[in-house]
């Protein structure tokens, strides 16, 4: 079974900057595309950011396209979102799995979730 642990969270003040980290016990975790979700209060959970394999390929919601930032560490097993530019609206627990295609609009998450990462933007 793969586990999957989110970290980074936290309450920051709009306009700000946080880094989440998600660490992955797959052994495969490099041959995996990876996504960042996440789930705002009432809402439905949402795939905000991808990226290929190899990480030359990155895809990201409109919501957050400019301000987020997805990458991976291979060597680590580990995926990061840095989060610029925060607003209200990115209030949400965050979520990392593995995803079947960095085409956020096709994609479908592979693995258990994990216990997310709590993000709250406020002044």
């Known amino acids: 079974q793969v586990h999957l642990v989110e970290s980074g969270g936290g309450l920051v003040q709009p306009g700000g900057s946080l880094r989440l980290s998600c660490v992955s016990s797959d052994t495969i975790f490099r041959a995996n595309t990876m996504g960042w979700y996440r789930q705002g209060p009432g809402k439905q959970r949402e795939l905000v950011a991808a990226i290929s394999p190899d990480g030359k390929i990155t895809r990201y919601a409109d919501s957050v396209s400019g301000r987020f930032t997805i990458s991976r560490d291979n060597a680590r097993d580990t995926l990061y979102l840095q989060l610029n530019s925060l607003k209200p609206e990115d209030t949400a627990v965050y979520y990392c799995?593995?995803?079947?295609?960095?085409?956020?609009?096709?994609?479908?998450?592979?693995?258990?979730w994990g216990q997310g990462t709590r993000v709250t933007v406020s002044s």
């Open positions: 799995n593995a995803i079947t295609t960095y085409r956020l609009e096709f994609s479908s998450p592979l693995y258990s």
